[in-house]
C-alpha cells in the first residue's frame, strides 16, 4: 500500500518582519482565508484511487489540482492552529520567532496552544482508523504541520517513506507498507 501526503501550494499571504502577537493572530486569520499559488506537481504518474483532503480552502484547491476524482473532505486534517505564546501589544518579534515559539509552545504543551500534542496525535489516529484501507493508493492533501506529525504515525503502523524535516509546499512524500497490518 502506497500513501502520498501533500502539503497545499504554498499561500499568497505576506507577513511584516516584526509584529505583536495581536497582529501575528491577524496575519494567521489571513493566511486562513487568502489564495494559493497554483504550481506543477509532480504526481510520478501514480493512479491514486482516492484522495482525502482537509476541509480548508487552500488544501481543496490543491487537492482539485492534482486529482481528478471526488474528494472526501474531511475536518480531521486541518492544521494545527499556531497561537501567540505570549500575549503582548508592546512586544515586536520577528515572524519567524511568533511561529517557531508557537510550535515549541505546542510541543511543551503550553496552554497558549488551543491543541495539545496529544489532542492533534488522537486527531491523527482517528483519522487513519476510519480510511479505506482495502485502496492500493490513497493520497492525503493537507497542511504542513500536520503533514510532520502525520508521517510518525505512519511508520507507527509500519510504513517506510523520507523522514521530512521541512515539509514543502506542492511536493508529493510518499509512504508505502509492504503488507497490510489491519
Excluded at 116 to 123: A, Y
Aim: aromatic share 12%; hydrophobic share 40%; net charge positive.
Amino acid at each position: 500500500m502506497r500513501i502520498g501526503l501533500l502539503r497545499h501550494f504554498k499561500v499568497n499571504c505576506p507577513h511584516k518582519k516584526m509584529m505583536t502577537s495581536k497582529e501575528f493572530r491577524e496575519w494567521s486569520e489571513c493566511y486562513e482565508k487568502s489564495k494559493v499559488i497554483k504550481k506543477h506537481v509532480d504526481m510520478y504518474g501514480i493512479e491514486w484511487d482516492i484522495c482525502y483532503v482537509s476541509d480548508l480552502p487552500r488544501a481543496i484547491v490543491t487537492a482539485q489540482e492534482v486529482y481528478s476524482g471526488n474528494l472526501i473532505i474531511d475536518k480531521l486534517l486541518r492544521e494545527v492552529d499556531n497561537a501567540p505564546f505570549i500575549h503582548s501589544d508592546r512586544l515586536r518579534l520577528p515572524f519567524e520567532v511568533w511561529h517557531v515559539c508557537g510550535r515549541l509552545a505546542w510541543l511543551f504543551k503550553s496552554k497558549s496552544q488551543p491543541e495539545t500534542v496529544v489532542g492533534t496525535r488522537k486527531r491523527i489516529n482517528a483519522f487513519l482508523d476510519q480510511i479505506d484501507w482495502s485502496k492500493e493508493n490513497v493520497l492525503i492533501v493537507f497542511h504542513g504541520f500536520m503533514l510532520f506529525n502525520f508521517q510518525r504515525e505512519l511508520r507507527k503502523r509500519g510504513f517506510s517513506g523520507e523522514k521530512i524535516r521541512m515539509v514543502k509546499n506542492g511536493v508529493l512524500y510518499q509512504y508505502i507498507q509492504e503488507e497490510h497490518a489491519h
